[in-house]
């Protein structure tokens, strides 16, 4: 019988080599991100794959999973045990080898396997490791199955059995990259800075971008695990500075950075300027949904009010579905409410067809940006981002806040701002106009100035964005309110960015 796990080892010990070490709190709500070699040890890795594998059987999934890893210096070797763990449950494993995440989605399709587990810690630091995982493509793994497979492997309630097997793809990025430029060129020639962090889209976004008719110039995608120079995460402004910086001294037509498991890309128009992802996707959805009939977008609590508010996407009959924040959340609601497209203020973007397979792909949502500039010819990205109504927005800020502590902090933040709202009290000094409390709380006043608090899902961290559609002064003075109420609570720590 293999042993239970424990929740922590001391590392150069018998035990520690010995037996499997897996910290609870790994178990996030929708994906599985642990310290490797402090919070999971191989064989900790090893009992995932058990698990994952038992969880399958008892689903009714057919015993057939994809697999891959992202590049950094232990990510093949976790995959490996992940590997022995899952062919000890009898599951037939097919390797695509180093990849992103998306071609992983991409595989279950392609070589027809219900099953997922993409080994990547996407753009969190180096030291992090951890699994995306899903039995129903193109969805991954939400809270219920999280909650399950936390059980079994803490439980040490496996089903081993006979059956399991390893295949590994030969030369698969190749179809992959086959299936992405297998359409005309782009009709406009375009520069394109391509910014990768030194993360795993550098082995292959600027090969797809060339291939669609791109001139591209290369920005930190040679491959190297100890990212040198920032964390590959286009929604960090270290990385967002660099793509403005390469874009100045260029004359290039666009900057689209990559995350480390490419899953997201970051956008920096011509005169080099950052545009978050949320009001890119809403200069996405006034270019789709010109040429798609009343379409839906799913758009996660975190992102811009312009969703209901653009006058064109009003014009246009656009639909608008406010939603949890979080790449499963997500995903799951765009395949099951039908929407076109979902837009996640992180970068993770999600197209249904005809433009995508309902999962989250950096290049499939760059392609879509190309394909906006293609059909505007004498449009800028400039001209088109500084055609919305202007707002001011903040970017992600995420102080810090223990795994253990922040869902009980973010649940007292709710009740202070619903509290706020039965008395009539003020926030950032006008009255609350609503509150959305599907993820966190979103809070917005009469102005339609709004700030946001919710738990990180992968990180010891909550999240707080502001914006308004008035002032910088009205967003900084909502910042204010909200940072003063996380500030009674001193578990809050400080934030990795600010105003």
């Known amino acids: 019988m293999f042993p239970k796990p424990q929740p922590s080892l001391k590392p150069n ?184 962090g030194n993360g795993t889209a550098g082995a292959f976004a600027p090969g797809i971008l060339r291939a669609l008719g791109c001139d591209v110039i290369e920005l930190d995608t040679e491959l190297d695990h100890t990212f040198p120079k920032y964390n590959p995460n286009p929604e960090d402004l270290e990385m967002l500075h660099a793509m403005r910086d390469e874009v100045l001294k260029t004359g290039a037509d666009v900057a689209l950075g990559f995350d480390g498991d490419g899953d997201r890309c970051g956008v920096v128009d011509n005169e080099g300027d950052e545009i978050f992802a ?35 996407l009003i014009k246009n009959g656009v639909k608008a579905d406010y939603w949890k924040t979080g790449h499963s959340y997500m995903k799951r609601r765009v395949n099951e ?34 394909d906006m500039l293609d059909r505007s010819p004498d449009k800028s990205m400039s001209d088109l981002k500084n055609a919305l109504p202007k707002t001011w927005g903040s970017p992600t800020m995420s102080p810090h806040c223990a795994d253990e502590t922040k869902y009980g902090i ?25 509150l959305v409390t599907v993820n966190g709380v979103r809070v917005t006043v009469e102005d339609g100035t709004w700030g946001l608090v919710r738990a990180s899902s992968n990180k010891p961290e909550l999240v707080v964005v502001v914006e308004s559609p008035a002032s910088e002064a009205r967003m900084r003075e909502m910042f204010a309110a909200v940072d003063g109420v996380l500030r009674t609570h001193p578990e809050v720590g400080a934030y990795n960015q600010t105003l």
């Open 13 to 196: 010990t018998y035990a520690y080599e010995s037996g499997p070490m897996v910290k609870a709190t790994g178990f996030r709500e929708y994906d599985a991100r642990w310290l490797f070699e402090k919070e999971i040890n191989l064989m900790g890795i090893q009992a995932l794959g058990m698990g994952i594998g038992t969880l399958m059987h008892r689903m009714g999934v057919r015993p057939a999973i994809v697999t891959g890893h992202d590049f950094r210096g232990y990510s093949a070797s976790i995959k490996m045990a992940l590997v022995t763990g899952l062919m000890a449950a009898g599951i037939k494993v097919h390797d695509i080898g180093l990849a992103m995440s998306p071609m992983a989605y991409f595989a279950q399709f392609e070589l027809d396997v219900p099953a997922v587990a993409m080994v990547t810690a996407s753009h969190n630091d180096n030291g992090w490791t951890g699994v995306k995982m899903g039995v129903n493509r193109p969805l991954t793994f939400g809270p219920d199955e999280m909650t399950k497979l936390k059980d079994v492997v803490l439980n040490a309630d496996f089903e081993l059995r006979e059956g399991g097997g390893y295949i590994f793809v030969e030369n698969f990025p190749e179809r992959y990259i086959r299936d992405l430029t297998n359409r005309p060129k782009l009709k406009r020639k375009l520069k394109v800075v391509c910014a990768c």
């Open 278 to 312: 949320d009001k890119v996707g809403v200069m996405l959805a006034r270019d789709l949904s010109a040429v798609h009939d009343k379409p839906t977008f799913v758009v996660d609590v975190k992102s811009t009010g312009l969703f209901v508010t653009d006058p064109v």
């Open 410 to 434: 973010v649940e007292k933040v709710v009740k202070h701002f619903e509290d706020a709202q039965k008395s009539g009290a003020q926030v950032a000094g006008q009255k609350i106009r609503d």
């Open 337 to 370: 409410s039908g929407a076109l497209a979902g837009f996640e203020k992180s970068g993770h973007y999600f197209f249904n067809k005809p433009i995508g397979r309902g999962y989250d792909d950096g290049l499939v949502s760059a392609i879509a940006v190309l």
